[in-house]
């Protein structure tokens, strides 16, 4: 369905039945990302499923001030409450577990239930961010001058995705596919308004998050594992696991050791 919300035209999905859960992908990601994972989740959540701004079939603005976490947070809060609903269970992936965090801590009523999944909750100095911003910055030049098809074949050639080489090519092909149904424009802008250097940190607020928290990291993604561990330890109420043969995307290279575990989670019931 499509919903307006605070001027920006947002895709959003629906699925499953129970206490809601809003899912939020990453950078080139889609709402349709969490489709496979109605089976886990569908018989106790009801699956909210938005394509974020700049990426699926969501507005791609021209302007990036209008990418900023600050104003994507607050789209999703016109999101539940147009939704009506008071109170939601939150994941986040990469660059969508960024903004869970800044949703949390902007909103803590409105979250029942965190999942963090191989994220941060940003750069702790301003030099590090403005080094950030300036590779953020080539990198959208490189995406509007380049092409899509370019940036979609060096981003999945990148470090971090490694360990999608494993993976059968079909799934590999699958992944390419909804990379290319993206807006230039709208991943350019999302990398300058949204990107890691844009935000501030929030390492320093992660002690007010009262919510139940799952921390996810993949083995084989040893920065992002240190930088989970760490945020686990500054969360009251947080649960780190780390899943063995998995790198960034462990929802993508380990689905059914991911759709278990978040299933688990977000079933049980405490005190």
């Not at 696991?241 to 998995?246: H, T, V």
Request: hydrophobic share 35%; charged share 25%; with cysteine.
């Amino acid at each position: 369905m499509k919903l307006e919300l605070n001027g920006i035209v947002y895709h959003v999905a629906r699925s499953g039945a129970g206490f809601p859960l809003l899912l939020l992908h990453g950078f080139t990601g889609s709402g349709d990302n969490w489709r496979p994972f109605h089976c886990y989740f569908g018989d106790h959540s009801e699956l909210v499923m938005p394509d974020l701004i700049g990426h699926g079939r969501t507005d791609s603005p021209p302007d990036s001030g209008r990418y900023s976490i600050f104003k994507a947070a607050a789209d999703l809060k016109e999101l539940l409450e147009k939704l009506d609903i008071a109170r939601t269970d939150l994941l986040g992936y990469s660059m969508g577990g960024r903004l869970a965090i800044t949703f949390a801590i902007l909103y803590p009523e409105k979250v029942r239930k965190l999942v963090l999944v191989s994220t941060s909750p940003g750069l702790r100095t301003e030099e590090e961010r403005q080094g950030r911003r300036n590779q953020d910055k080539q990198l959208a030049s490189e995406i509007l001058e380049a092409g899509l098809e370019a940036f979609v074949e060096y981003w999945q050639g990148i470090p971090l995705f490694r360990s999608q080489l494993n993976l059968p090519a079909e799934a590999r092909g699958n992944i390419k596919r909804q990379r290319l149904q993206n807006n230039p424009e709208g991943l350019a802008n999302s990398l300058i308004g949204m990107g890691t250097g844009s935000q501030p940190s929030w390492w320093d607020k992660l002690g007010q998050l009262s919510c139940d928290t799952l921390v996810l990291t993949g083995q084989l993604d040893s920065k992002f594992c240190l930088i989970g561990q760490e945020m686990a330890a500054s969360i009251a109420h947080a649960e780190y696991r780390c899943i063995e043969e998995a790198g960034h995307a462990i929802h993508v290279e380990e689905p059914e050791k991911f759709g278990t575990i978040v299933s688990r989670f977000l079933s049980k019931k405490y005190g």
